[in-house]
């Protein structure tokens, strides 16, 4: 894994050659120019930084109790349209990003990028680790009060950049977009020979996390409606006898998790399994992968039935995490040992069409998507 530091967008990768920075252009004895001093109270709400670029979006968690100044200039700047039309102007592949500066607006001064928007709010703490997601004020090299405009995000731990850079926000979600952005083709020089822009920053209210505080009663007022490639098949939940897998459940398709998984097991007159992540047509995102854990199991009086939906598992009663499957058929053997959360109440042409695709023992011979799972109020 590559280790890198960063110093007013000189970078130096630790595991190969360790280089000189290059000072060129760049003011050493350049006074604070703002005094951005002020100390900003906790956010008695949590704000997030809503990041759209050219190479798509990403969320940042902002963290003013851990930099209360660093963050409230971002804050401003964004407020004003400070970041639109700035570049990702530095980047190391799979390892860091760097943008931010007002310089990079203009394509004519691409020489001096990573020179410009320092000098803007004095030195805070020091963040004790860095590791992948954080985000980060560049300084200039011997200066600690040259913090502005200009972050980076590391997108691995960097132990070697511990205890020097303020870290004023991490991020919450988005990281597949920033590992593209790391992938931009740089340079001679470092920089990245694409414009990689950002062409808004939205800050917001922290949105609150679905499907946490509602009560059963609460959560059954929710259907849950698959869309796969057979068709669509609509479930309803027994929050009553399963509350905290219908949670879990209703948690993981808001989040995304079961989007472009795929329905791997088919077993006619017995189950249609599908929701595992091995399945899965793209790798989680950090904050999806955050959501996943096992689960204790919730066993119950539900007899597994045609159309029954019960959690998969493994030997382990507390192994079931994601992979879910329908019954097809009676299976009493499944009783009281799996977790059986919900039924299908439409749908079941789709049921049975995914039952009698063609296949090898139990794998079939073409994928069947589960596309999405939606999260909707009954009808």
Request: hydrophobic letters at 40%; a neutral charge.
């Amino acid at each position: 894994m590559k280790r890198i530091v960063v110093v007013l967008g000189i970078i130096a990768t630790l595991t190969t050659v360790r280089l000189k920075p290059d000072t060129t252009g760049i003011r050493f004895d350049a006074p604070v120019v703002s005094g951005f001093i002020r100390t900003v109270s906790a956010q008695s709400v949590p704000k997030q930084a809503v990041v759209e670029t050219s190479a798509g979006t990403f969320v940042l968690d902002l963290t003013p109790e851990a930099a209360p100044n660093q963050a409230a200039y971002f804050m401003k700047l964004a407020a004003d349209g400070g970041y639109d039309g700035t570049t990702f102007h530095r980047v190391i592949k799979y390892g860091m990003v760097q943008g931010g500066d007002p310089l990079s607006k203009d394509p004519a001064k691409r020489a001096q990028y990573g020179t410009g928007g320092l000098n803007a709010v004095r030195a805070e703490a020091r963040a004790a680790k860095l590791t992948r997601g954080s985000v980060a004020a560049v300084l200039v090299p011997g200066k600690p009060d040259s913090a502005g405009a200009q972050f980076f995000v590391v997108l691995a731990d960097q132990p070697a950049l511990d205890n020097q850079y303020t870290v004023f926000a991490r991020v919450s979600d988005g990281m597949d977009v920033l590992q593209k952005i790391s992938e931009a083709p740089v340079d001679d020089k470092g920089l990245t020979t694409d414009r990689i822009e950002i062409t808004h920053v939205t800050i917001r209210d922290t949105p609150a996390e679905p499907f946490v505080t509602e009560s059963p009663a609460e959560l059954g007022a929710y259907r849950a409606v698959l869309d796969t490639s057979a068709g669509p098949i609509a479930i309803e939940f027994f929050t009553d006898k399963a509350p905290n897998t219908v949670r879990q459940f209703m948690r993981l398709a808001a989040a995304g998790v079961y989007n472009g998984t795929a329905f791997h097991r088919v077993a006619p007159g017995f189950v249609i399994q599908t929701g595992a992540l091995s399945s899965r047509a793209a790798p989680l995102s950090d904050k999806q992968q955050k959501l996943v854990h096992n689960l204790a199991p919730e066993f119950n009086d539900t007899k597994h039935v045609k159309g029954i939906v019960s959690m998969a598992r493994g030997d382990a009663p507390d192994s079931a995490t994601t992979s879910f499957f329908i019954c097809t058929g009676t299976s009493p053997a499944l009783d009281g040992v799996y977790t059986a959360f919900g039924r299908v109440v439409d749908g079941m042409p789709a049921v049975d069409a995914i039952e009698a695709t063609p296949r090898t023992g139990e794998t079939p011979n073409t994928r069947i998507d589960l596309k999405t799972v939606r999260i909707e109020k009954k009808p």
